[in-house]
């Protein structure tokens, strides 16, 4: 094990919750305004997950006022306190992208799973 690798083990988070692609999560954000700390909340769709490892990251998908707001997040932040999901998604693609033109009601609807 090199260096690198020894550095990159440390700073993994242990309990990341498995999810995938199509799945409704709420994302647990810290932000510290001044000297205060507070939990914002930010959920939506996870329209791509990308990397591994350390570098692992993932993007979240919602509607805000009419309109869509997309969100990066590296998946090993410290900032992200906690990944919560509220529904599985069944899709057959990694990344969703699609939604990206679609509009209104359509453009959150993924499949639930049913297995």
Not at 52 to 70: D, K, P, Q, W, Y
Request: proline content about 2%.
């Amino acid at each position: 094990m090199t260096f690198f690798e020894k550095i990159e083990k440390e700073q993994l988070k242990s309990e990341v919750v498995p999810f995938s692609v199509g799945d409704s999560v709420k994302v647990h954000i810290r932000v510290v305004e001044g000297d205060r700390e507070r939990i914002q909340v930010y959920s939506g769709i996870v329209i791509a997950r990308r990397g591994a490892g350390i570098n692992a990251s993932f993007t979240v998908r919602r509607l805000s006022f009419g309109e869509g707001v997309e969100k990066s997040f590296s998946l090993h932040s410290p900032r992200i306190s906690r990944i919560q999901v509220e529904r599985r998604g069944y899709v057959h693609r990694s990344k969703l992208y699609y939604l990206r033109r679609r509009k209104g009601k359509s453009a959150m609807t993924v499949r639930e799973r049913s297995f």
